[in-house]
T-cell receptor, first 114, second 108 residues
Framework: EADIYQTPRYLVIGTGKKITLECSQT?????MYWYQQDPGMELHLIHY???????EKGDLSSESTVSRIRTEHFPLTLESARPSHTSQYLC?????????????FGPGTRLTVL | ELKVEQNPLFLSMQEGKNYTIYCNYS?????LYWYRQDPGKSLESLFV?????AVKQEGRLMASLDTKARLSTLHITAAVHDLSATYFC????????FGAGTRLTVKP
């Protein structure tokens, strides 16, 4: 069973606040990902990382930043939250398999910006 | 740019019926994944297809991959209510690209 954790699970904040969403995995995976998903809709890749000190931008990266200082930890920061950021944020990791690159997803953080 | 298209996006079917979900993609990748997402939950991996002609089955679900046609299918046999969920296909080409998802509802 995958061991990937996200905190907080739910967050309600006001516009303009700076927030950091936490993601940790205990599987030793090199690759980690952040996705934004409105309920039941498609996933949009925000950022990804292939290892420590490696970060890449996805499709929706312009309003957020990530860091990868430790293998197991991949936090996502929104510098100034807006109502348009209201969504579910999913963290995933992969890299434990020889051939396949199956992603294991965390439980998600449901963010509401008022 | 890699495009992954699923159809249908919404599927309502009766218990006991069969149906197929299609996933078309625009690259030559031979690594395709199927995930399931229950309402309000996260995604879980269903199948990994790693070569042309690959077929995987678990329970009432069977996935196949045709890399020449750039097509994967997820076939549902004798649907039951527990299969109600959103199903995503994803193609691996450096980074994973997901389809829009097929929201399946199985009615009694």
């Amino acid at each position: 069973e995958a061991d990937i954790y996200q905190t907080p699970r739910y967050l309600v904040i006001g516009t303009g606040k700076k927030i950091t969403l936490e993601c940790s995995q205990t599987m030793g995976h090199d690759k980690m990902y952040w996705y934004q998903q409105d309920p039941g809709m498609e996933l949009h890749l925000i950022h990804y990382s292939y290892g420590v000190n490696s970060t890449e931008k996805g499709d929706l990266s312009s309003e957020s930043t990530v860091s990868r200082i430790r293998t197991e930890h991949f936090p996502l920061t929104l510098e100034s939250a807006r109502p348009s950021h209201t969504s579910q944020y999913l963290c995933a990791s992969s890299g434990g398999e020889v051939v396949a690159d199956t992603q294991y997803f965390g439980p998600g953080t449901r963010l509401t910006v008022l | 740019e890699l495009k992954v298209e699923q159809n249908p996006l919404f599927l309502s079917m009766q218990e006991g019926k069969n149906y197929t979900i299609y996933c078309n993609y625009s690259t030559t990748s031979d690594r395709l994944y199927w995930y399931r997402q229950d309402p309000g939950k996260s995604l879980e991996s269903l199948f990994v297809l790693l070569s042309n002609g690959a077929v995987k089955q678990e329970g009432r679900l069977m996935a196949s991959l045709d890399t020449k046609a750039r097509l994967s299918t997820l076939h549902i046999t004798a649907a039951v209510h527990d299969l109600s969920a959103t199903y995503f296909c994803a193609v691996d080409e450096g980074d994973m690209r997901f389809g829009a998802g097929t929201r399946l509802t199985v009615k009694p």
